[in-house]
């Protein structure tokens, strides 16, 4: 990618810049075409299919040229240009986290704006500014069109569509196992197994060894990254899922759901393969709910029905109170195996939905991606806009600091370039854009690689200038070649090789627009050195621990909005309109949880992006990640399991008996509100909960309540009160796979405010 990039630079911008400044002889001409080939074509890579690229780079054309006009009309005064610079860089940085588009080319948008406003011109020069800015944007249209086009090719979604098809294998062979299929040997079966473990592996393998976050901003990628964490979800409840012997009474349903959700996984691997319109996807859908729906019917169906004098329905005895409890106790255990089959089902729903969103975000039109609409989102363009928007503008969000630390730091810079009188002030600026990451520690290693790049890259075109002098016609030949290893070296290499190749390749561009010798190399490192100067002040005094410090800041916000948002799910869901706590809509508590999950996964990225070394393994960053994911999931699941119009109001009699179920999610909140704390460095990290605290007696009083209720009722009530705790208790199981990744996390770094030793941290936690 990125030497495709590079070579189609490298052939437009030599054959523009040439054209410009040979045949029309304008200086400004050849300076707008050679960087407007640099921003067109270097600094951007849109994805998606042919058509949704070209679209990206007309866009930016326009929004080039605007930024041109505006950029040279404030610069001569110096007040309106850092203005200016300040408020431009702040709006096209934060538009970023509404669009992808506009984050996929914010580079390109600063590079353009930065060298009209830095290099001083009077109106008149805008004609010919344009001029150089138009030939760039028609030759790149056709460069990406022409010059050997990236393939429309996502490796995530290509093994996400592979785990998709073994873990169907599975599923299948699990229910032709259980079945006794005579055409499915124990061989065959176990080759199945080891096929979507291989499978899903390969996928969390793909996900984790990416330089950084292997996924771009937009819907559908946001999607996939979901997508990838249901998918190992799913393949660890299979895995964890007994097999229930053919007498267990769900054992038919059991099938059924396993069936059904192989044919939602293999239908949304095709869709994955290559997008459609197919309604393949939908059916699968219905299928598996209907199945869903005739598990819950069974399952109420067994419950062991009494009325008030404690006869038994089933045999219309009267029984004593233990043996009515025993009774209960044996629907609540046989209800296990049913809520397995649930959960499995639930999740393969999800990933269902979440392949639909992936195959209707490409499917959008253009404009829709550009301002980020989502597929089925009732809020319209700008609601999904506001949204998006809304849920960063909070003191965790490392895209607003990001973007408040950009705006201020070029403001910065461009008034330092104008008062110092520098022979190049674009420099200046572009040397501060280039170095100003997250955090300060990144900030002053980039700029410490920079002005050695740009040290190196001087001396070799310094080198180069004694060995050629004034032969302009070397000096053309060389600079394809120096183009070409500029926009490779940082990828193949390191940012210091990209700066020294840039280096290079501006001091052989502005030897043939002005032949001065080596000086023009020696001005580079002058205005490098100052636009990294304040890149590092910026980075100092403005959030300076970064994405680090954020990450945990963000993880216990999301935490604790999660944990929140499943409070809300199982206080609602119980109907208990007469408890101590009133039961609320989850809605509230949902949205909050989403926004503070969109903050994380941006503070994860920004982590992930920064150079350096990673202070937190990668895996274990990643592991608790994703554990932020199944909070919410199972909130959902719940928040899904009481959508039911079948279960009954909750009344004066069961009411403590019902509290006690809301009390055990507060139980798990709290051990979560605990754990986020502790990832932001502000207490030790708790340990695994008991088996929970043990409600199950009240639960099967609440139960027996509910199997009171005439008909039916009450039964659906006690099944899903059942299936309820059952979801707490894979909460409290997720604690202790969490537990490792945060030792490990806290080891190498407390990720909050303050850092310290492995032995302080060791002497905190036991």
């Not at 935490?559 to 309109?577: I, K, M, P």
Request: with cysteine; hydrophobic share 50%; net charge negative.
């Amino acid at each position: 990618m990125a030497l495709r990039r590079a070579t189609r630079t490298s052939i437009v911008l030599s054959g523009l810049f040439a054209l410009c400044f040979e045949i029309f002889h304008n200086s400004q001409m050849a300076t707008y075409a050679a960087f407007g080939s640099i921003a067109l074509l270097m600094l951007v890579d849109f994805s998606g299919p042919m058509r949704a690229r070209l679209q990206g780079q007309v866009w930016l054309s326009v929004m080039g040229a605007l930024l041109v006009c505006l950029g040279t009309l404030t610069s001569r005064t110096l007040w309106l240009s850092v203005l200016s610079m300040a408020v431009v860089a702040l709006v096209i940085l934060f538009s970023g986290v509404v669009s992808s588009v506009v984050a996929g080319a914010t580079t390109s948008l600063l590079l353009v704006f930065i060298l009209s406003t830095a290099v001083s011109g009077p109106p008149s020069t805008i004609p010919a500014r344009l001029a150089g800015w138009a030939l760039a944007s028609l030759t790149s249209f056709l460069a990406v069109w022409l010059l050997w086009p990236a393939p429309n090719r996502d490796e995530l979604r290509l093994s996400a569509a592979a785990a998709c098809r073994a873990l169907a294998l599975r599923l299948r062979s699990d229910v032709a196992h259980w079945r006794g299929d005579t055409t499915l040997d124990d061989s065959a079966y176990e080759a199945a197994i080891t096929s979507a473990d291989r499978a899903t592996e390969e996928l969390h393998n793909r996900f984790l060894t990416a330089q950084w976050r292997p996924t771009g901003l937009s819907v559908s990628s946001r999607a996939t990254v979901r997508l990838v964490d249901e998918i190992l979800w799913l393949d660890t409840l299979i895995d964890e899922a007994a097999r229930p012997t053919e007498r267990a009474p769900s054992h038919q349903q059991d099938c059924q759901i396993r069936t059904a959700a192989a044919a939602i996984l293999e239908v949304g691997a095709d869709e994955l393969d290559e997008t459609s319109t197919s309604p393949r996807l939908g059916t699968a859908r219905e299928e598996l709910t209907g199945a869903l729906t005739e598990l819950s019917r069974s399952a109420t169906s067994r419950a062991p029905l009494s009325q008030d004098d404690g006869t038994s329905a089933s045999s219309n005895e009267v029984l004593s109170q233990p043996a009515r409890d025993a009774e209960i106790t044996q629907f609540i255990d046989s209800l296990e195996p049913s809520f397995r089959a649930q959960e499995i089902g639930f999740v393969a729903s999800l990933v269902g939905d979440n392949i639909e969103l992936v195959s209707a975000a490409e499917r959008r039109k253009w404009f829709d991606t550009l301002v980020g609409t989502v597929p089925g989102d009732g809020t319209g363009r700008l609601g999904a806009a506001r949204e998006r928007a809304t849920a960063h503008l909070d003191r965790h969000s490392v895209w607003l600091h990001n973007s408040l630390r950009g705006a201020i730091g070029l403001a910065i810079a461009v008034f330092i370039a104008e008062k110092t009188g520098v022979q190049h002030a674009f420099w200046v600026i572009l040397g501060a854009l280039s170095v100003l990451r997250s955090s300060a520690i990144n900030t002053s290693a980039n700029a410490l690689r920079a002005i050695l790049g740009t040290a190196i890259g001087f001396v070799l075109g310094a080198l180069l200038l004694v060995a050629v002098g004034t032969n302009i016609t070397v000096l053309w030949i060389l600079l394809p070649i120096a183009i070409l290893i500029a926009g490779f070296a940082p990828t193949a290499i390191s940012f210091a090789a990209g700066q020294a190749g840039f280096t290079l390749a501006l001091v052989i561009l502005w030897n043939i627009l002005q032949p001065i010798g080596w000086r023009v190399g020696l001005y580079r490192i002058e205005d490098i050195v100052i636009g990294c100067a304040v890149s590092v002040g910026v980075g100092l005094f403005l959030w300076p621990r970064g994405a680090a410090s954020a990450l945990g800041a963000t993880l216990r916000d999301a935490y604790e909005t999660s944990a929140a948002f499943l409070v809300a799910a199982v206080t609602h869901g119980d109907r208990n309109q007469h408890s101590e706590t009133p039961a609320t809509s989850p809605q509230m508590e949902r949205a909050n949880a989403a926004a503070a999950a969109r903050r994380l996964d941006d503070a994860f990225r920004t982590y992930l992006g920064e150079r350096g070394p990673m202070s937190i393994p990668l895996a274990d960053a990643a592991t608790l990640v994703r554990g932020v994911v199944s909070l919410r999931q199972t909130a959902e699941a719940i928040v899904n399991l009481w959508e039911s119009d079948d279960v009954s109001d909750g009344d004066d009699g069961r009411t403590g008996e019902l509290n006690e179920l809301s009390k055990g999610a507060r139980l798990v909140e709290r051990w979560y509100d605990d754990f986020g704390a502790a990832l932001a460095g502000k207490g030790p990290i708790p340990e695994p909960a008991a088996a929970t605290v043990s409600f199950d007696h009240v639960l099967s009083r609440a139960v027996d309540e509910d199997l009171r209720v005439p008909i039916t009722d009450g039964a659906a009530t006690a099944v899903r009160l059942i299936w309820t705790k059952d979801y707490l208790a894979v909460t409290r199981r997720l604690e202790k796979s969490l537990i490792g990744a945060a030792h490990s996390a806290v080891r190498s770094v407390v990720v909050g405010s303050a850092v310290v030793t492995s032995s302080e941290n060791a002497n905190s936690v036991e």
